[in-house]
C-alpha cells in the first residue's frame, strides 16, 4: 500500500512564503497526475494544483501566479510552493498522486494564514 506523507504546513503571516512536500513511500508506475487540493473549514474540498505525466500543468484561478507546483519524478514527490498567502488560503492541503488504477491521498498538512 501506498502512503503519501505531506510536510511544510504550519503558521504563515499575509504576504508569506511556505513549500509544501508529498513523498510517497515508493516508486509509484504508470503516474497520471500529482497535484493538491486544499479543504477550508465548512467549505468543499478543491483543487489547487496539478502537474500532468506530459509536463502540462493547471491552477485554480484563485492561485494563479501565487502557487507553483513542481515534481520530482525520480523521488515521486511533489511540491506546491506558496507564496504571498492570504488568510483565505487557509485550509488543510491534501496531495494526491493518479495513475492508470487507481489514485492515492494523503493525510492532509494544515496551512494557517494569519497575523
Given amino acids: 500500500q501506498v502512503q503519501l506523507v505531506e ?3 504550519g503558521l504563515v503571516q499575509p504576504g508569506g512564503s511556505l513549500r509544501l512536500s ?3 513511500s ?3 508506475f504508470r503516474i497520471d497526475a500529482m497535484g493538491w487540493y486544499r479543504q477550508a473549514p465548512g467549505e468543499q474540498r478543491e483543487l489547487v494544483a496539478e502537474t500532468q505525466s506530459g509536463g502540462s500543468t ?3 484561478d484563485s492561485v494563479k501566479g501565487r502557487f507553483t507546483i513542481s515534481r520530482d519524478n525520480a523521488k515521486n514527490t511533489v511540491y ?3 507564496n504571498s ?3 483565505e488560503d487557509t485550509a488543510v492541503y491534501y496531495c494526491y498522486v493518479r495513475t492508470v488504477l487507481s489514485t492515492h491521498w494523503g493525510k492532509g498538512t494544515l ?3 494569519s497575523s
Fill in 80 to 82: 506546491l510552493q506558496m
Fill in 85 to 87: 498567502l492570504k488568510p
Fill in 58 to 60: 493547471n491552477y485554480a
Fill in 7 to 9: 510536510s511544510g504546513g
Fill in 111 to 113: 496551512v494557517t494564514v
Fill in 22 to 24: 508529498c513523498a510517497a
Fill in 26 to 28: 515508493k516508486l509509484i
